[in-house]
């Protein structure tokens, strides 16, 4: 049974996509074998690992609405024990095509359900939306990650989003819990910056990790070559962040 | 009849609510009377001005589902000619409950049709998605400001709200116009942020504003006051550059 994680925040531009495609990418040079899937319609994520949406035929869409097998819509990527299940601009319909589906919020659980291949991990970059799409993803993981950028406007939406889950564990998925929170974009010579992981640290204590990503222009820069950081600038201050918090994640008590 | 606009891109994090706060600020300084609405279930643009959603009873939800007069959900500001039409959390319920409502789509085109207030420009801050809540706000008003934050992935979903604006203008609303598109965090010393400007300006030509808004952290945390920029920091240069920004908008060629 594959460890799962949902990426999730409503507030948009956090790094959910930048920390789903980096903790993967780190998870399986460590030897995981990760699925990575990817149920935003701006399919970032896919593109952050160089999949080419023109060339896709079959995407998650067709795994929530037609009820193809996970495995047809799968591709591999340049790196070693990563796949991702890719989605495209047609995934956008999916929201109001689900809203007649019954069940319509199990979609995504159901089609995991099938899956033939072992993985290891498997960790879903969500839309900025507490929408359809993203509570199929909430239903479909045993914990969620949560990224929140060092800004004010992030810090406002954690109720909503604390709420949501608690909805979500109510009708849906009652193991669903919190893996942790990753502070973003963290900027050491702002006071905005450490005001904000200071109040975030007060709301969710030990949940906060504690690695912190830090704002480095690298990572920003990665997703043009179609790689993750580990490939395009491992040397960077962002590519030793996200190998650190892999290291949490795993557990092994080797983050430094 | 006001102008209006909606400030809508459906990635995450581009300076949406930043644009439509500091724009709406300057506009109503300059002496013209401002309805700023906010469509975003986040409530960013309602809090940028100090409203305090505990306080609020009643908000766009109640506008859109129930039929209530705009008038009767509209607040005053601290800031003369300027009223806010708030969003609250429960706006996000809206998404799933216009569905069945018709018509779904111009709920708040009608809204607007009757108010009384003889408001010079009317400017709604959309939610980071193309859903049926930014729909309604593209129904709704004559043009459409488009931020684009410059860095790469903020390049991949153009060709997805374009295509939306064709949808939306076959179905809805005729004349939508694009009034123009704003470059924002731009930052001087990276390679990546000079890319991006000049494929946007391939793209869009000439409906690209001369301005550009560079990342400047006095922008947020001017937020977490509750004010716009005008008041928060007004010789920040991110208060000049939405200075400029309002003064090409205006068309009166005073830009800088
Ligand atoms: N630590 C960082 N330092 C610098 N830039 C970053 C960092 N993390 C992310 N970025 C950049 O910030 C922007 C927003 O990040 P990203 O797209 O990962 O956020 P998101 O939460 O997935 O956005 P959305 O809500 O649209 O899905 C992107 O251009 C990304 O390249
Ligand atoms: N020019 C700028 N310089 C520095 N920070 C900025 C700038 N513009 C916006 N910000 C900050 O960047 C973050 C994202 O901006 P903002 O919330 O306005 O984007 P948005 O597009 O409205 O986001 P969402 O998609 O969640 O609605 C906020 O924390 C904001 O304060
Ligand atoms: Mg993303
Ligand atoms: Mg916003």
């Known amino acids: 049974m594959p460890v799962s994680f949902a990426v999730v925040n409503q507030k948009g531009g956090v790094g959910k996509t930048t920390t789903t495609v980096n903790l993967a990418a780190y998870l399986a040079t460590f030897g995981k074998k990760i699925l990575l899937i990817d149920i935003d319609p701006q399919s970032n994520a896919s593109v952050g690992f160089g999949v080419d ?13 037609e009820g193809l097998p996970a495995e047809e819509a799968i591709v591999k990527t340049s790196i070693a024990n990563l796949d991702v299940l890719p989605s495209t601009p047609k995934l956008a319909g999916a929201e109001v095509e689900l809203v007649s589906i019954e069940p319509r919020e199990t979609r995504l659980k159901q089609a995991l359900y099938n899956l033939k291949e072992p993985y290891d991990y498997i960790i879903i970059d969500c839309p900025p939306s507490l929408s359809l799409l993203t509570v199929n993803a909430l239903g479909a993981v045993q914990e969620v990650i949560i990224p929140i950028q060092c800004e004010y406007y992030a810090l406002e939406g954690i109720s909503q989003l604390t709420h949501t889950l608690e909805l979500v564990r ?38 906060v990790f504690q690695t912190v990503i830090p704002r480095n222009v690298r990572l ?11 490939f395009y600038d491992p040397g960077s201050k962002g590519a030793a962040a996200y190998e650190n918090l892999c290291r949490e994640v795993l557990g092994d008590g080797h983050a430094q």
Chains 1, 2 share one sequence.
Do not use: W
């Open 170 to 207: 109510e009708s849906l998925n009652p193991e669903l819990k919190i893996r942790g929170i990753v502070l973003t974009m963290y900027d050491h010579r702002t006071i905005l910056s450490a005001q904000v992981a200071e109040e975030t640290r007060k709301y969710f204590g030990p949940k």
């Open 220 to 230: 920003a820069e990665a997703p043009s070559f179609g790689q993750p950081i580990i």
């Open 53 to 65: 949406r023109q060339k896709i035929e079959r995407c998650l869409y067709n795994v929530l609405i």
